[in-house]
């Protein structure tokens, strides 16, 4: 008897067992569809065998195995099973997401009719600079496994030292995989891309790719006609038989992550394929992350470094402006307005940027104290003057603008506070001759419209753009030539211990947008805290300095990278529901931590409410990763025995970025 080992897209970890007597070896990693509960299911054929644990009367037989399309790969399958024990999800939901949707339905796209392909001319890569051709170098000299930290500011050269690296690869008939973050992920690097590779098929994979399309490319990687696989964190389960290279472009960029169902870390992902495969692999950064910076500092992952621009020479002036001293005006110093006003003498752009969209982030009442509050989160509804509605940007709940305070018929409430929109307002008014842009999600809430507003901003239709962290990657803006920074303050004391962090990376970021060809940049941070370390490594543009000062506290208070983390986390009708269910996985986990592993107190998340759904978490933490992963695997198994009050739903977030 021939059983076939099926892994279905069902929340549990184990295989199922089919009889199929014409089944072979040549079967593994094919799709059979299967008969599950009432229905079928289609599931990914894992193993063959002779016998099964299930007694053969009970034995289904396979009700078809598609062989219309290659086998996935060992190493794509060894790939997920990684995923699956790494991230403690079921390996058939790893595959299931793997796989995209429309192979899962059982279906194949049709094959697109080829575009005649125009004779472009390959574009002409420019002579390399000293540092780029000391990093090409590395990195075509690798033999094997090898992981090489790319670190240069905005306009260092980085995409051009990928694209050398790729030609390399494709010389030697290799395939590249290059992921970039969600935003980034521009037509106008996919241009450059298929403009320096015209003869290489090139496979773009992101969201704004249609379900059909997805699937044609995962077929083009499969069966090797792709050459070069550009795409967001999904692509990292591109199937590619002749992979060599893998970059990661913006490696510390938190896109990178996925916050629900598996929750992977796409670069981190790529690392290990990378060493499965024995291949390069190149994280790229101006801010690596930390986790990255110290592999680099303690020698398991190869420095590069691009010390400055590759066309204009220097970077932006950075300084602080002391808000302590003076009364702002709109929230913005005489310096800001001063230096806003300069640049529209001289027909120059500036960016005024503020990361936190709406009008405002409350309504309140000054005579009873009642503020607009989400009924659903434990946050509150920012007002949207542009379409007069209040909205939650947690749950997406929304309301008009009551006229009156509905807790005391106050008729005199205001917005407190500032957001983009009431930025704008205000520079509309200061500025009439100004043509000003905003950009954030709402004004930028389809990919055309992003598009429309870059393809303005490049071509100088806007005299000030005022906009959140959405700006602030993989775009250069050759007129823009100073940046005001305001409400960053913020992020400097913030409980989390990545807010640092993360508001370095955007400052750098935002302000390397400033300053292209002759024109020197300048950026302008208003601050009530002008001394502090973060501003003045900014001001240097001394990222190293930053990482190895950030390093030191993380250090000391036994933070990543110096710990590996999981987080517990549990949501139900009542916080006591999801406290109790985490004090008894806590029980369930005492045995098995051992002196390695420190489980912390179930707590309440810091948004405890959100969607009506009260959540808390529990953090497990360990310096030791393979002993976290003990730890981890064996209580995942517990926890699926535990008895759930109706309606609870936990998960468990392996290396989380949020907390
Ligand atoms: P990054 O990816 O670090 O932001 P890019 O590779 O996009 O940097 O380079 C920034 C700009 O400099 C681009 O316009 C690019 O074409 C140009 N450039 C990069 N390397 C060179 C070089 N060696 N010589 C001339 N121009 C270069
Ligand atoms: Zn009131
Ligand atoms: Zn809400």
Known sequence: ????????????????????????????????????????????????????????????????????????????????????????????????????????????????????MLAMPSKQSPALLPEQQAAVGAITAARGFETFLLHGITGSGKTEVYLRAIEAVLATGGQALMLVPEIALTPQLEQRVSERFPDASVVSAHSGVADAARARGFLAALEGRADIVLGTRLSVFMPLPRLKLIVVDEEHDGSFKQQEGLRYSARDVAVFRAKQLHIPIVLGSATPSLETFHHAASGRYRLLELSRRAVAEAPPEVRTVDTRREKLQDGMSAVLIEGLAERLRRNEQSLV?????????????????????????????????????????????????????????????HPFGRGTQRLEAALSERFPQARILRIDRDSASTPKKWQALLAAIHEGSADILIGTQMLAKGHDFPLLTLVGVVGADAALFAADFRAPERLFAQLMQVGGRSGRAELPGEVLIQTEHPGHPLYRAL???????????????????????????????????????????????REAALPLAGEKVSLYDPVPMRMARLKNLERAQLLVESASRPALQTFLAAWNENLHGLKLPRDLRWHLDVDPLEF
């Open 1 to 116: 008897m021939t059983i076939v080992r099926v892994a279905l897209d069902v929340p549990l970890t184990r295989l199922f067992d089919y009889r199929a007597d014409d089944a072979s070896d040549a079967d593994i990693g094919r799709r059979a569809v299967v008969a599950f509960g009432r229905g079928s299911k289609l599931g990914l054929i894992l193993g063959i065998a002779e016998a099964s644990d299930q007694p053969s009367e009970k034995l289904k037989p396979v009700e078809a195995i598609l062989r219309d399309m290659p086998a996935l790969p060992a190493d794509w399958l060894a790939l997920c099973d990684f995923c699956s024990r790494y991230y403690q999800h079921p390996l058939g939901q790893v595959i299931g997401f793997a796989l995209p949707p429309f192979l899962r339905r059982g279906k194949l796209p049709r094959p697109q009719k080829r575009k005649p």
């Open 353 to 413: 940027f503020l990361n936190r969209r709406g009008y405002a982030p409350v309504l309140a009442c000054p005579a009873c104290g009642w503020v607009s509050r989400c009924r659903r989160c434990a946050a509150n509804l920012v007002v949207h003057l542009a379409d007069r509605r209040l909205r939650c940007h947690h749950c997406g709940l929304e309301a008009g603008i009551p006229k009156a305070c509905p807790d005391c018929g106050n008729q005199d409430i």
């Open 539 to 585: 001001a240097a543009h001394d990222y190293a300095a930053f990482a190895r000062a950030q390093l030191d506290e993380r250090q000391a208070a036994g933070f990543p990278p110096f710990s590996f983390q999981a987080l517990l986390r549990a949501e139900a009708k009542t916080i006591d529901q999801s406290l109790a269910f985490l004090a008894a996985a």
